[in-house]
């Protein structure tokens, strides 16, 4: 039997409504407030899964 690797993407996503001076700002006070876990996106967040399998013994491709 081959060996398989199975990789799974899962995607979640949350708009979030922020008052800002513009785009930039808003963005940049979101991911603050994401990168420091004011923000956490769980279980409720959840969009989609993707599966890829490659052959285990494959080479893996380096970007």
């Known amino acids: 039997m081959k060996e398989f690797e199975v990789e799974i993407v899962e995607t979640s996503a949350r708009r979030v409504v922020i008052k800002a001076r513009n785009k930039e700002e808003a963005c940049k006070i979101v991911r603050v407030a994401y990168e420091s876990s004011e ?3 769980g279980a ?9 399998t490659t052959v285990a013994d494959e080479p893996k491709t380096k970007l």
């Not at 409720?44 to 890829?52: I, R, S, T």
Request: proline share 0%; net charge negative.
């Open 44 to 52: 409720e967040d959840f969009v989609c899964a993707d599966f890829k």
């Open 39 to 41: 923000i956490v996106l």
